[in-house]
């Protein structure tokens, strides 16, 4: 049993690996330290048995330090960011100050509690990042390595290169036992509906436009989040201090293909279930027409990069990581959980996270 801090666990990705952890880990006890801003909710992990949720900025570096001295913490696994490239654009700062500030905060808190206390208590930070911190792929360029040099090319992505090199930096100055592990784009269960995934599936299902960014081929690779959680488990359980993973779906797919993807298995799934034209009688299915019918073309994203991959080699060959899904399932499994849960998200348009 052992004491483990989740920074952002009520956010997307934090939450769904709390429920993972939960899972895997049924003894140890979960500290979610979030600031339930717009993206985190409290209803993420409600009613789950072995997890307090303690709502505070990673910015209070005395709030960190009490957590991990009061609670026997030994381990802290870093969701907490402002992740939206476009909220970026407009506002800057906001990521500078989580992405930089809070995460150097978590650090100072660590090292003075796990190495300047001499507890002696074997420990990890391990910080969650994101591709983007390599830049922008050509079409023909080698997927982005864990050498790749850093080129991050909007605010978010520079804020999260900051807090990657400040992770690192800790590690080999102080010998604070961190790990980083670089994902590619996450979907799932609990996203909240400002990604294109469960933005443009809510819209499907609604009959507002899906707009597409500039000519619709942008690249990414997709990473179902339970797939994810996975490997952050395997780099906790057996990755080695002061290295770096990337994790990635190995589905790597133009923006069109995967709004496409999206469209015909909204479309697909109420065929199949007519009770859904009563639920939701905005969709284009309803009328007989295609999802597809929603798109609409709009000014591409300033700085937009064109095309992320990710060679994850390193993970599938030290840890025994594998994604279990292709889209087409994981998108399909999301499908299912966004129906099956309407009131959750519903919830988040009328404001009420609660």
Not at 7 to 29: E, L, M, S, Y
Not at 86 to 109: M, Q
Request: aromatic share 10%; charged share 20%.
């Amino acid at each position: 049993m052992k004491n483990i801090i989740v920074t952002g666990g009520a956010g997307f990705i934090g939450a769904n690996f709390v429920r993972h952890w939960r899972q895997k880990q049924p003894d140890d006890t979960i500290i979610v330290l979030d600031a339930l801003t717009y993206a985190g909710n409290p209803a993420n992990i409600a009613g789950m048995d072995g997890v307090e949720l303690v709502e505070g900025d990673i910015c209070d570096t005395d709030l960190v330090r009490k957590l991990l001295v009061e609670r026997h913490v030994e381990t802290i696994v870093h969701f907490a960011a402002e992740s939206h490239v476009d909220r970026s654009i407009t506002g800057p700062d906001a990521f500078v100050t989580t992405n930089v500030i809070g995460t150097h905060s978590l650090l100072k808190a660590a090292k003075s509690v796990w190495l300047d206390e001499g507890s002696g208590r074997p420990h990890r930070f391990h910080h969650v990042s994101t591709d983007e911190v390599y830049g922008s792929l050509g079409p023909n360029d080698p997927a982005f390595s864990e050498t790749t040099p850093y080129a991050p090319n909007s605010p978010y992505s520079a804020s999260k290169a900051a807090s990657d090199h400040l992770v690192r930096a800790y590690h080999h100055t102080y010998g604070l036992e961190t790990t980083i592990s670089n994902c590619s784009n996450n979907y799932g269960p609990y996203q909240f509906p400002e990604k294109l995934i469960p933005l443009f599936l809510l819209n499907a299902l609604s009959g507002r436009n899906l707009p597409i960014y500039g000519d619709g081929m942008n690249v990414r690779d997709w990473l179902h989040v339970e797939d994810h959680c996975v490997g952050i488990e395997l780099i906790l359980k057996k990755g080695r201090p002061g290295e770096v993973y990337n994790v990635g779906g190995g589905q790597e797919l133009p923006n069109i293909k995967v709004i496409d993807e999206i469209c015909a298995t909204v479309d697909a799934a109420f065929a199949a279930n007519p009770d859904l034209a009563a639920r939701f009688p905005g969709a284009p299915a309803v009328r007989g027409e295609p999802s597809s019918s929603l798109k609409t073309y709009v000014e591409d994203r300033k700085g937009h990069d064109r095309r992320y991959a990710i060679d994850e080699r390193k993970i599938r060959t030290e840890l025994g990581y594998a994604p279990a899904r292709d889209f087409p399932q994981g998108f399909a499994e999301t499908l299912a959980w966004y129906l099956a849960n309407e009131p959750w998200w519903r919830a988040l348009s009328l404001g009420n996270k609660g």
